[in-house]
Every structure is written in C-alpha cells, then in structure tokens.
C-alpha cells in the first residue's frame, strides 16, 4: 500500500519543514511507503524556495506542485 498525502500551501515558508518533520516522525515504524505532494498554492513568500530545499534534503518521497 502506499498512502499520498496531498498538502496545500499558501504562505507557509515557516511551516513546510516543521510539518514534514512531523510526518516523518509520524511515520517513522511504518510499513508502508508513502509520499508528501506539497502543492504551492500561489505563496507570494518563500514558500516555494522552503520546499526546493526541502525536496533536495529529503528521501525524495515528496512531489511540488507550483
């Protein structure tokens, strides 16, 4: 099985790596495969450079819709 966790964001550049920490902790002793698809919801912030940064230190289990 592998669960897709869909995240809307807007404005969110304080938030993304904290709530993808909490996943990642959340889901730790898992079995199963999951992904995060942060979708960037028109942010006027940096929002989009948070989740860049955070896709290149990650597992690659997430997807970024712009």
Same mark, same amino acid.
């Given at each position: 099985? /592998?669960? &897709?966790?869909?995240?809307?964001?807007? =404005?969110?550049?304080? !938030?993304?790596?904290? *709530?993808? =920490?909490?996943?990642? @902790?959340? *889901?730790?002793?898992? /079995? *199963?495969?999951?992904?995060?698809? *942060?979708?960037?919801?028109? &942010?006027?912030? =940096?929002?989009?450079?948070?989740? @860049?940064?955070?896709?290149?230190? &990650? @597992?690659? !289990?997430? /997807?970024?819709?712009?």
């Amino acid at each position: 099985m /592998k669960l &897709s966790l869909v995240v809307p964001c807007y =404005n969110e550049e304080y !938030n993304v790596k904290d *709530f993808h =920490n909490a996943v990642e @902790k959340a *889901f730790e002793n898992e /079995k *199963f495969k999951y992904e995060i698809i *942060f979708i960037n919801d028109g &942010s006027t912030d =940096n929002t989009m450079r948070e989740l @860049k940064d955070l896709y290149d230190y &990650s @597992k690659q !289990n997430i /997807k970024i819709v712009n």
